[in-house]
C-alpha cells in the first residue's frame, strides 16, 4: 500500500516561503498525478494543485502566482513552495496521490505562519 | 472553474437514522464526484468515486448516487463511528474543487 510522507518546517514567517516535501514510499511516483491540498484549522479542503510524474503542473488559480510544485523521481518525492506566506496561510497541509479522486493521502502537517 | 455547493453543513441524526448529504455542481461534471470522510484529527478517507463507487473497505450503508450536476452521500442507518466532515470533492476538470463540508453528529 502506498504510503506518504510531508516534511519540511513547521514554523514559517510572514513575507518567507513555505517549503514542504513529500515522499512516497511502497510503491512509484511514476505515471501518477501527486497533489497538495491544505486545510485551516477548522476549515474545510482546498486544493493547491498536483503535478505530473514527468513534471508538468497544474495549480488552484487562487494561489497560481505564489506557488510551485515539483517532483524528483530519483527520489521518489514532490514538492511544495508557497511564497510571500501571511497568517492566512497557516493550516495542515497534505500531500496525496491523483487519480481524480484522491486515493492515499500523508498524515498531514501543520504549517503555521507566524514571527 | 467548477463550483460546488454542499449542504447542509452541519446535521445531527440519532443513531439508525437514514443520512442524506447533498452536493451541486456548477456545471455538468458527468459522475466525477468522489466522497470522503473525516473524522476529528485524522486524515481524510476516500469513500466514494465515480458518485457511487464505494472504495474498496468501507461499509455497505455508505452509498452515493448522481450525475450531471446534482449528486448525494447517504448513510443508510447511522453509526457513533460515522461521526466526522463529509466532503464531496469535483475531478471533471482542474481545479479540483471540494465542498464545503458536512459536519455529522450523533443526537
Known amino acids: 500500500q502506498v504510503q506518504l510522507q510531508e516534511s519540511g518546517p513547521g514554523l514559517v514567517k510572514p513575507s518567507e516561503t513555505l517549503s514542504l516535501t513529500c515522499t512516497v514510499s511502497r510503491g512509484s511516483i511514476i505515471s501518477y498525478f501527486w497533489s497538495w491540498i491544505r486545510q485551516p484549522p477548522g476549515k474545510g479542503l482546498e486544493w493547491i494543485g498536483y503535478?505530473?510524474?514527468?513534471?508538468?503542473?497544474t495549480y488552484n488559480p487562487s494561489l497560481k502566482s505564489r506557488v510551485t510544485i515539483s517532483v524528483d523521481t530519483s527520489k521518489n518525492q514532490f514538492s511544495l513552495r508557497l511564497a510571500s506566506v501571511t497568517a492566512a496561510d497557516t493550516a495542515v497541509y497534505y500531500c496525496?496521490?491523483?487519480?481524480?479522486?484522491?486515493?492515499?493521502w500523508g498524515q498531514g502537517m501543520l504549517v503555521t505562519v507566524s514571527s | 472553474d467548477i463550483q460546488v455547493t454542499q449542504s447542509p453543513s452541519a446535521l445531527s441524526a440519532f443513531v439508525g437514522d437514514r443520512v442524506t448529504i447533498t452536493c451541486r455542481a456548477s456545471q455538468d461534471i458527468s459522475n466525477y464526484v468522489a466522497w470522503y470522510q473525516q473524522k476529528p484529527g485524522k486524515v481524510p478517507m476516500l469513500l466514494i468515486l465515480g458518485a457511487s463507487m464505494l472504495q474498496s473497505g468501507v461499509p455497505s450503508r455508505f452509498s452515493g448516487s448522481g450525475s450531471g450536476t446534482q449528486f448525494t452521500l447517504t448513510i443508510s442507518s447511522l453509526q457513533p463511528e460515522d461521526v466526522a466532515s463529509y466532503y464531496c470533492q469535483n475531478y471533471h476538470s482542474a481545479p479540483l474543487t471540494f465542498g464545503q463540508g458536512t459536519r455529522l453528529e450523533i443526537k
Open positions: 503535478v505530473y510524474y514527468n513534471g508538468s503542473a
Open positions: 496525496a496521490r491523483t487519480v481524480g479522486m484522491l486515493d492515499y
